[in-house]
């Protein structure tokens, strides 16, 4: 019996997210493209300065909701490997905090399922985000999040 290779990974660490790292789960000699997204915290939000997002979930809840997601990114295009990595704790102006990579045959399937698949994370994932400024902080939801 031959042993089928991985083709989903979905991590949630407190750990620095490497584009790179993230790409290499994905590569496979049939994919005609890879397609990633990295979110990063960037250092303003309206009028305030942001120093740092600190991230907290619920690890086993969000990573079945995130398998579940991707599932559903498979039955709308055809993909050969998905990964999304989430940082957890202390993310810092100008690192990553989310990035997903998806490699498929052709481009296209993998763009539309990208953005897709972001979007399912932002409104599904039970991952919740403290934004923390010069002068005070506050948590926040995505708008788009059911939870």
């Given at each position: 019996?031959?042993?089928?290779?991985?083709?989903?990974?979905?991590?949630?660490?407190?750990?620095?997210?490497?584009?790179?790292?993230?790409?290499?789960?994905?590569?496979?000699?049939?994919a005609?493209?890879?397609?990633?997204?990295?979110?990063?915290?960037?250092?303003?939000?309206?009028?305030?300065?942001?120093?740092?997002?600190?991230?907290?979930?619920?690890?086993?809840?969000?990573?079945?909701?995130?398998?579940?997601?991707?599932?559903?990114?498979?039955?709308?295009?055809?993909?050969?490997?998905?990964?999304?990595?989430?940082?957890?704790?202390?993310?810092?102006v100008?690192?990553?905090s989310?990035?997903?990579?998806?490699?498929?045959v052709?481009?296209?399937?993998?763009?539309?399922?990208?953005?897709?698949?972001?979007?399912?994370?932002?409104e599904n994932?039970?991952?919740?985000?403290k934004?923390?400024?010069?002068?005070?902080?506050?948590?926040k939801?995505?708008?788009?999040?059911?939870?």
């Open positions: 019996m031959e042993i089928e290779p991985k083709k989903d990974f979905v991590k949630l660490t407190t750990d620095v997210l490497v584009l790179q790292e993230v790409v290499d789960l994905v590569k496979d000699n049939g005609g493209a890879i397609t990633t997204f990295s979110g990063t915290t960037r250092d303003s939000f309206q009028d305030k300065t942001v120093v740092k997002l600190d991230y907290e979930s619920y690890i086993p809840m969000t990573e079945k909701v995130l398998l579940t997601s991707i599932s559903e990114t498979r039955s709308k295009w055809n993909l050969i490997k998905v990964a999304v990595y989430h940082r957890l704790g202390t993310v810092p100008g690192e990553n989310v990035i997903i990579a998806i490699s498929s052709h481009r296209k399937e993998s763009l539309n399922a990208v953005e897709w698949l972001i979007n399912q994370l932002k994932a039970p991952i919740w985000k934004e923390i400024y010069s002068d005070g902080s506050e948590w939801e995505n708008k788009e999040n059911k939870h």
